[in-house]
């Protein structure tokens, strides 16, 4: 299993980025993905999340602003980001999981896969 994350970049406060992860070995239409952010010194910590129902799931501090959405043709999950703010600057992480639950939706230790992360710097 692999899941490739991209998309990332040095953005100026206010701009968009659209972040992909796509994925193989799997069967991507079964899977929840989620996207996970650390910046600097800090945990781990969820952005958002999709499951193969294609409800959505975000943290309150990106809602408005980030979309999760998924095409299950392409294996690929997407996170667009709009509106971006420096305190948005992380490494970004893709994963996936079969069985999780939505409970534990936001919970980094319930996703089985992981992608490789991709920076995002946003100035101010």
């Known amino acids: 299993v692999q899941l490739q994350a991209s998309g990332g970049g040095l953005v100026q406060a206010g701009d968009s980025l659209r972040l992909s992860c796509a994925t193989s070995?799997?069967?991507?239409?079964?899977?929840?993905m989620g996207w996970f952010r650390q910046a600097p010194g800090k945990e781990r910590e969820f952005v958002a999340a999709i499951t193969k129902s294609r409800s959505t799931f975000y943290v309150d501090s990106v809602k408005g602003r980030f979309t999760i959405s998924r095409d299950n043709a392409r294996n690929t999950v997407y996170l667009q980001m709009n509106n971006l703010k420096p305190e948005d600057t992380a490494v970004y992480y893709c994963?996936?999981?079969?069985?999780?639950?939505?409970?534990?939706?936001?919970?980094?230790?319930?996703?089985?896969?992981w992608g490789q992360g991709t920076l995002v710097t946003v100035s101010s």
């Open positions: 994963a996936g999981d079969q069985q999780i639950i939505l409970s534990s939706i936001k919970l980094p230790y319930q996703y089985d896969y």
């Open positions: 070995g799997l069967t991507f239409s079964r899977y929840s």
